[in-house]
């Protein structure tokens, strides 16, 4: 089945429960809605974690209770994305007691990006545990954004460019759009990096790197071939490694505000959703990344 198009004016739904990283999270789409001239959505779920399958009908009294703590989680949350926003944004609110983990992968079907903590309030506060952004990265229709800091609107970093993973396969195309999409709608340059050891094993030495170097640069231009005329305005920085991707993306992640990886990489079993490049980068690095799966 084919993927969804989400609309012209499709939502950036964020994911919110109270917890700090949330709020984070709310915050950096709130200045992502006003940048692409979106609507935000937040969307909280006070779903009760009892294992599979329904949920068992809760007292009315305590049903009550997780109400009023999600709507507080929402209007904070709303408070916090339009401060953040710096001008005009539409804010709508949601809560649910639907699980939290099909209820976004229903919903990246016609939302034009997903918005999550990297970790939230834990299990028994149905919190957004790194399961459930590694889930909902490795399933969504829509690209999925991480955020863990505070410093994601820092407006310091605001000024530095996009980075992107390029692996010279078709699971770098859909990263590549939304990477140069974005510097451009920033205003900012992007740096490509091409990390070409990506096994495990001793490390190369450096006369056999020497001799590959030519290869991979080449492999790396044909990747960006034809986004220089779609988006002049984007200064590429080129970087070619002879390293593992993870170690060289989060060493570079200190010189740029965002950070796009595919789901999945070469060299990935077909039925990894997502690689160990973008698992391991959902855990570790301090900016926000977004994960673009692949089509189809």
Known sequence: MPEPTPAPNAPIVAAVDGSETAYHAAAWAAVDARLHGRPLHLLCSMAVPFGYGD?????AGERDWLRDEGEAALREAARIAEAAAG???TVTAEL?????VP?????????????????????????????????????????????????????????????????????????????FAEAAFRGVGLTALHAWRDTS??????????????????ALAESLAGYAEQ???????????????????????????????GSRGRGGFTGMLLGS?????????DIPIVVVRAAG
């Open 87 to 89: 001008g005009p944004v």
């Open 231 to 261: 988006y002049p305005d984007v200064p590429v920085r080129r970087i070619v490694v002879a390293d593992r991707p993870v170690r060289s993306l989060l060493d570079e992640s200190a010189n740029a505000q965002l950070v796009v990886v």
């Open 55 to 59: 949920q068992p009908t809760l007292p």
């Open 201 to 218: 094993g001793l490390d190369l030495p450096i006369g056999d790197w020497a001799g590959v170097r030519d290869g991979e640069e080449a």
């Open 96 to 100: 649910t007691f639907d699980f939290i």
């Open 277 to 285: 490049t973008s698992n391991g980068l959902l855990h570790s690095v």
């Open 103 to 179: 209820t976004l992968l229903d919903r990246s079907r016609t939302a034009h990006r997903l918005v999550l903590g990297s970790r939230g309030l834990g299990a028994f506060r149905r919190g957004l545990l790194g399961s459930v952004s590694t889930a909902v990265a490795g399933h969504a229709h829509c690209p999925v954004a991480v955020v863990r800091t505070p410093a994601a609107t820092d407006p310091v970093a605001a000024s530095k460019p996009v980075l992107v993973g390029v692996d010279g396969t078709e699971n770098s195309v859909g990263a590549l759009e939304v990477a």
